[in-house]
């Protein structure tokens, strides 16, 4: 892909609607625009970001076991009044009328029609266990929404929806979603503490909130030292082991009575990208959503959902991985794994020697932003900082001459001069 070509609004200015890093590097950087409060529209740039993020998600969900599927985003509203939410869930709630008066509403949340699509279409425990996942976009009517895309009105989750025969099965699929999560953040370079948390408007008595690391989190928390030394992606887990490690929020921290000797004790501050939540029968009974058991009897099956901020995730991730100069992407949700700077684009040697890399990397499949825009070099360093690709590499005149190409490492800052051709196999290799 080449910049002057494509669609990249760069932002000189912080924008002064924006409070936090990542909202205003988000803007900065051609990932969003707000469209009306707390809905955003995304670029070219945050959408490739978002849909690596998605599909990191999705993998681990199907290796998980669970089965894909895309509910609507309107939902009737009689679903919500079986269950016993429709009033409840008050102002959050995005109501809609349709042109024969019938109430619809913009979906926060998927348990209600999931728990229909059940109800409708499995009859035996032999189907059992069941887990159903979908990313959809949500609509919560946030009092107020900030922050840009972490707190926002309209956002993109992943979430699924375990049915188990009993309890004991129904634990076993939330344990499952708990690994499955902590791989899921792991795999995007991210440490994730899973908190026993209250259950809120979903309702239930088991649920985990997971809190990324970041400086700028929006709550503190205290934790194990073992949760960075695990290989959540190698070790074989002990999800027990796991749960039972020491994690506690800013109110549920005491000094006087942790667990954990000091030396063991972790502190940071964390940003909520997911949420487990076990709750038993709380949806199948009112909605009728039975099987029959072995023994004949027609048993509500045992249910937990499960949420993954998919959005907020390119907020978080930007929240944890950034500099005074900007985005620093870890690999896995970069948008491009390597930004190509031609320093001179007049230069025909310079142009050339561009065109044979982008081309030759194409061809290895690695994903290659060029800049070459007629700009000054100050400049394009400087957006290429901005845009925070995790490599980059300059090709000038004088290096042309000595036959090199410069490479920088966009976390570390680390440069080297290396030939064209090595270049090639490091990152076609
Ligand atoms: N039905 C359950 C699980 S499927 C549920 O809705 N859980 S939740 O309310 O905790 O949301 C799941 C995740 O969505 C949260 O952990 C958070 O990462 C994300 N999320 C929630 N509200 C917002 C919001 N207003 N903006 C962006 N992300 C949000």
Same mark, same amino acid.
């Given at each position: /892909?080449?910049?002057?070509?494509?669609? #990249?609004?760069?932002?000189?200015?912080?924008?002064?609607?924006?409070?936090i890093?990542?909202?205003? #590097?988000?803007?900065?950087?051609? #990932?969003?625009?707000?469209?009306?409060a707390?809905?955003?529209? !995304?670029?070219?740039?945050?959408y490739?970001?978002?849909?690596?993020v998605?599909?990191?998600?999705?993998?681990?969900?199907?290796?998980?076991?669970?089965h894909? *599927? $895309?509910?609507?985003?309107?939902?009737?509203?009689?679903? !919500?009044?079986?269950?016993?939410?429709? %009033? +409840?869930?008050g102002?959050?709630?995005?109501r809609?009328?349709?042109?024969? %008066?019938r109430?619809?509403?913009y979906?926060?949340?998927?348990?209600e029609?999931?728990? +229909?699509?059940f109800?409708?279409?499995?009859?035996?425990?032999?189907?059992l266990?069941?887990?159903?996942?979908?990313?959809?976009?949500?609509?919560?009517d946030?009092?107020?929404?900030?922050?840009?895309?972490?707190?926002g009105?309209?956002?993109l /989750?992943?979430?699924?929806?375990? @049915?188990d #025969?009993? @309890?004991?099965?129904?634990?076993?699929?939330?344990?499952a979603?708990?690994?499955a999560?902590?791989?899921?953040?792991?795999?995007?370079g991210?440490?994730?503490?899973?908190m026993?948390?209250?259950?809120?408007a979903?309702?239930? %008595?088991?649920?985990?909130e @997971?809190?990324?690391l970041?400086?700028?989190?929006?709550?503190?928390?205290?934790?194990?030292a073992?949760f960075e +030394?695990?290989? @959540?992606?190698q070790?074989? $887990?002990?999800?027990?082991?796991l749960?039972?490690?020491?994690?506690a929020?800013?109110?549920q921290?005491d000094?006087?009575?942790?667990p954990?000797p000091?030396?063991?004790?972790?502190?940071?501050?964390?940003?909520?990208v997911g949420?487990?939540?076990y709750?038993?029968?709380?949806?199948?009974?009112?909605?009728?959503?039975t099987?029959?058991?072995?023994?004949?009897?027609?048993?509500?099956?045992? /249910?937990?959902?499960?949420?993954?901020?998919?959005?907020?995730?390119?907020?978080?991730?930007?929240?944890?991985?950034?500099?005074?100069?900007? *985005?620093?992407?870890p690999?896995?949700?970069a948008?491009?794994?390597?930004?190509l700077?031609?320093?001179?684009?007049?230069?025909q040697g310079?142009?050339?020697?561009?065109a044979e $890399?982008?081309?030759?990397?194409?061809?290895?499949?690695?994903?290659?932003l060029?800049?070459?825009r +007629?700009?000054?070099?100050?400049?394009?360093f400087a957006?290429m900082?901005?845009?925070?690709?995790?490599?980059?590499?300059?090709?000038?005149?004088?290096?042309l001459?000595?036959?090199v190409?410069?490479?920088?490492?966009?976390?570390?800052g680390?440069?080297?001069?290396?030939?064209p %051709?090595?270049?090639?196999?490091?990152?076609?290799?």
């Amino acid at each position: /892909m080449r910049l002057s070509r494509y669609f #990249l609004p760069l932002l000189k200015e912080t924008p002064a609607e924006a409070q936090i890093v990542s909202h205003q #590097l988000m803007l900065r950087a051609g #990932l969003i625009r707000q469209s009306s409060a707390g809905i955003y529209s !995304w670029l070219p740039f945050g959408y490739r970001v978002l849909r690596k993020v998605e599909q990191i998600v999705r993998e681990e969900m199907d290796r998980a076991g669970a089965h894909e *599927i $895309l509910m609507p985003s309107i939902q009737p509203a009689e679903l !919500w009044k079986e269950s016993g939410r429709y %009033d +409840d869930y008050g102002k959050e709630m995005l109501r809609i009328t349709d042109r024969h %008066d019938r109430a619809m509403l913009y979906g926060p949340t998927h348990e209600e029609v999931v728990t +229909d699509i059940f109800r409708r279409s499995v009859r035996s425990y032999k189907d059992l266990p069941l887990n159903l996942y979908q990313i959809q976009w949500k609509f919560r009517d946030e009092i107020r929404p900030r922050f840009g895309v972490m707190r926002g009105r309209e956002f993109l /989750m992943k979430d699924n929806y375990s @049915f188990d #025969l009993d @309890f004991a099965g129904a634990l076993r699929s939330y344990n499952a979603m708990l690994l499955a999560y902590l791989k899921t953040f792991r795999r995007m370079g991210l440490t994730a503490i899973p908190m026993r948390a209250d259950s809120g408007a979903i309702g239930g %008595d088991l649920s985990h909130e @997971f809190q990324i690391l970041a400086q700028t989190g929006e709550s503190a928390v205290y934790f194990d030292a073992a949760f960075e +030394d695990i290989d @959540f992606l190698q070790d074989e $887990l002990d999800v027990e082991q796991l749960k039972a490690l020491y994690a506690a929020t800013d109110e549920q921290h005491d000094p006087a009575s942790c667990p954990v000797p000091p030396e063991r004790l972790r502190s940071g501050r964390g940003i909520e990208v997911g949420h487990i939540f076990y709750f038993g029968t709380k949806y199948s009974k009112p909605l009728g959503a039975t099987v029959v058991g072995p023994d004949g009897a027609e048993i509500p099956v045992e /249910m937990g959902s499960y949420g993954i901020g998919v959005s907020r995730l390119v907020g978080a991730l930007i929240e944890a991985f950034h500099d005074e100069a900007g *985005i620093c992407w870890p690999e896995p949700v970069a948008p491009f794994r390597l930004g190509l700077i031609n320093l001179r684009p007049s230069d025909q040697g310079c142009s050339a020697l561009v065109a044979e $890399l982008e081309a030759k990397l194409a061809r290895a499949g690695v994903e290659v932003l060029v800049d070459d825009r +007629d700009d000054s070099p100050g400049a394009k360093f400087a957006a290429m900082d901005l845009i925070g690709l995790p490599w980059q590499a300059v090709v000038g005149p004088r290096g042309l001459k000595e036959g090199v190409v410069e490479l920088k490492c966009r976390r570390t800052g680390a440069r080297e001069q290396l030939s064209p %051709d090595a270049l090639l196999q490091r990152f076609a290799a």
